[in-house]
């Protein structure tokens, strides 16, 4: 928990100076207000019918590792056509949860699901849903990018290949570019696809990442951080693919960085101490939110 | 020193302090170098006294025979050696008699006698090659008996000394080398044994090891790793393979009595009991090793594996497996060297009787190299010291050639991954 780090603030004006900057991303987070795009306005009036189906819904979903509570009831809506972020500081249960939401959890021995998850209405924390066909609906990319220690090719033909996605070999190969292509890596690596994935630079891991991600033609993707390993470049790399791939996928994204959550989604859920304390539509977090707590996270009077 | 005065780096006291521990590193350093110097020196030591006693067994003296087979009483027609029995047509002939005659012809009554077995093995062989020889009165070159050989080497006892030096004056004796002593098996000529008998029977016992001990050892090491729950019985089989692999060899060759001969009634002496007693031996070794191995996958491979849905089974042979491989190698290679030079567990199971031919399969009678060395070092008669420390080189070389042939796997599959 990140509550001990957490000092009091004695001014109740936001502090302007950056004083601990952790990261370069992060030296505007102690700014007051944070813009969101006027794209992402736009789009969201289109897509703000707040009674349609949500691609998947969470339902008082509670997390235990052992004795100890990581997660307590949590409820939350992830549509199809919209990425939403999960912010709040470390510790407070967000990456725990978005894990929950392809069963990643699962190869945790002591961790506990309590609650309901579905998607597409179909209860995926049942022990008749099978989790390998629900991880490759649920895609997952990670906070360090951890590509496969073989070609580039592999990398992305692995994932088609298990579920057995392509019926030749040039089936397999248009898969491969395809999904190159949707992650923006396509032009860097086309002509060397046979090297290893490992010898690529970070930001571009990152991206053979997700397009492994993709190449199995998943319906939800999760991304943990994706891009807290990354220098700025290549984070808006990634978040400019994020744009594009959003309208095909549903995108879940956790992330420590509040500008880019405001950069990247259309809804943000604040967690905090292992509570979802706020979750709506990002424009309204970050500039009219309902709770204190997420006035002061996002205001920077926490972490 | 108080603590709220700051550190005075440039004193006199904080410069000893730094030396001290610069004198201290150097010492380790020394310290070191003396432990490696040292471990060469043996090393150099062990391969000096072998080369030096074991180069001998490599060579052979041969002494130059006139034999006129037309005096001799073999009875053997040039017409009747043309088939496939010839060569037992020939080991039938009574060959040590007229190798006797011919040499007393020779080189007089003291030269009786020094010839031995290879000599007969070789004039058999030379005879089914070459039938023709026996209407004439060739001068053959044949391997002399252990006595001359060793008084040629060395010095012995006076007779054989002088009987060197007459065949030296006569310019009927060379040197050549020992052939025989590779293509040949156990006898009780030392002039006539060989190690091929106990190569192939090592050969064969590593085999079966290898083909039980590497998959079982690994899919254990698999299991127990990847899909076992962890609770007491797991606890209680990984506390039991660590002892395992700590037991003395010896016990294994009893529990391959009891089981292998006494109640499964497997053939004696056979390689595939002693390779299934070196195989139970073995197996905690890969295990231990494969499981450290894999532990040491790091788990975002498996993360991002599953994260595109593999199942767990994928998981582990598609890239766990081949992570570790490289791993599991290593403590292969470990486990099989000392499988190789193992001899007290093979003494158990019976591989210590004599085998004069080499083994046909493996589950015929054979002995291995390190029994076979053990054997020869309890012989009386000096020819096989020699020969003693040819075999080892022989077990050396095998050793380097199998290690050699795992380091080349092992790096291999370290490139490609």
């Known amino acids: 928990m990140d509550m001990k780090e957490k000092t009091p603030m004695t001014s109740t004006t936001p502090v302007t100076e950056p004083e601990l900057p952790p990261e370069p991303e992060d030296t505007e987070l102690h700014a007051p207000k944070i813009n969101v795009s006027a794209e992402a306005k736009i789009e969201e009036k289109q897509a703000l019918d707040p009674d349609r189906e949500p691609k998947m819904r969470a339902n008082n979903v509670a997390v235990y590792y052992g004795e100890k509570q990581a997660l307590n009831g949590v409820s939350i809506k992830i549509y ?224 | 020193m108080s603590s709220s005065a700051p550190t005075r780096w440039t004193e006199p006291e904080m410069h000893k302090r730094v030396r001290r521990r610069y004198a201290s590193e150097r010492r380790f350093r020394a310290f070191g170098f003396a432990a490696v110097s040292i471990s060469v020196l043996f090393l150099a030591f062990l391969l000096f006294s072998m080369g030096a006693k074991g180069l001998g067994g490599f060579v052979q003296y041969q002494a130059a025979l006139p034999i006129d087979f037309g005096k001799s009483s073999l009875f053997l027609d040039p017409a009747t050696l043309r088939g496939p029995d010839a060569a037992q047509t020939v080991a039938g002939a009574d060959l040590e008699t007229a190798i006797s005659q011919a040499a007393t012809a020779a080189y007089g009554p003291d030269a009786a006698e020094m010839f031995g077995d290879a000599a007969v093995n070789v004039l058999t062989r030379k005879i089914v090659a070459d039938p023709n020889i026996l209407t004439g009165t060739p001068t053959l070159w044949l391997p002399v008996g252990s006595k001359v050989d060793v008084a040629a080497k060395h010095d012995a006892d006076p007779a054989s000394e002088h009987l060197v030096n007459l065949l030296k004056s006569k310019n009927a004796l060379r040197s050549a080398f020992n052939m025989e002593f590779l293509t040949q098996s156990d006898s009780t000529d030392p002039s006539a044994v060989g190690i091929w008998g106990a190569l192939k029977g090592t050969f064969l016992t590593i085999l079966v090891t290898i083909g039980l001990a590497f998959p079982v050892g690994v899919l254990a090491a698999v299991y127990l790793e990847e899909f076992a729950a962890r609770n007491r019985w797991t606890d209680a089989i990984e506390v039991s393979i660590n002892n395992l692999a700590a037991v003395p060899s010896i016990t294994f060759g009893l529990l391959g009595l009891a089981v292998f001969l006494n109640v499964m009634n497997l053939p004696r002496s056979a390689p595939l009991v002693g390779g299934l007693t070196l195989a139970l031996m073995t197996m905690p070794v890969i295990v231990i090793a494969g499981r450290n191995a894999i532990k040491t996958v790091p788990p975002s491979i498996r993360d991002a594996a599953l994260g595109v849905g593999a199942s767990k089974m994928q998981v582990v042979f598609h890239h766990v497996l081949p992570l570790a491989l490289p791993g599991i190698l290593t403590g292969t290679i470990i486990g099989m060297a000392r499988a190789l030079g193992e001899t007290a567990p093979l003494l158990m199971i019976g591989m210590r009787a004599f085998i004069a031919a080499p083994p046909t399969g493996i589950s015929a009678p054979a002995t291995v190299l390190p029994v076979q060395i053990f054997l020869w070092s309890d012989e009386v008669d000096r020819g096989f010291v020699e020969k003693t420390s040819a075999a080892i080189i022989v077990l050396l070389l095998f050793m380097l050639v199998m290690n050699g042939l795992a380091i080349y796997l092992r790096n291999r599959f370290e490139r490609r991954w």
């Not at chain 1, 990152?206 to 990354?230: G, H, T």
């Open chain 1, 80 to 303: 199809e056509d919209l990425v939403t972020a999960f912010i709040g500081p470390s510790g407070c249960g967000k990456s725990t949860f978005l894990r929950c939401l392809n069963r990643m959890n699962d190869t945790i021995p002591s961790a506990r699901v309590t609650g309901t998850i579905t998607l597409d209405n179909e209860d995926i924390t049942s022990a008749a849903m099978d989790v390998v066909q629900l991880r490759a609906r649920v895609g997952m990319v990670f906070q360090k990018p951890n590509p496969f220690p073989k070609s580039i090719f592999e990398n992305v033909a692995y994932g088609a290949r298990i579920h057995g996605l392509s019926n030749s070999k040039a089936d397999l190969a248009e898969i491969v570019e395809k999904s190159l292509r949707r992650a923006g890596l396509w032009d860097e690596v086309k002509d060397r696809l046979e090297e290893s994935g490992t010898a690529l630079s970070g930001g571009q891991q990152q991206r053979l990442c997700i397009a492994r991600a993709i190449a199995v033609d998943p319906e939800v993707i999760l991304m943990d951080e994706p891009c807290s390993a990354l220098d700025p470049i290549a984070t808006a790399k990634i978040e400019e693919l994020i744009h594009e791939l959003r309208g095909r996928y549903a995108i879940a994204i956790v992330t420590h960085n509040m500008q880019q959550a405001a950069r990247v989604s259309q809804r943000t859920a604040f967690f905090h101490l292992g509570e979802l304390v706020e979750y709506g539509k990002t424009s309204e977090i970050f500039t009219n939110p309902s709770q204190q707590r997420t006035q002061d996270y996002i205001t920077g009077r926490y972490g």
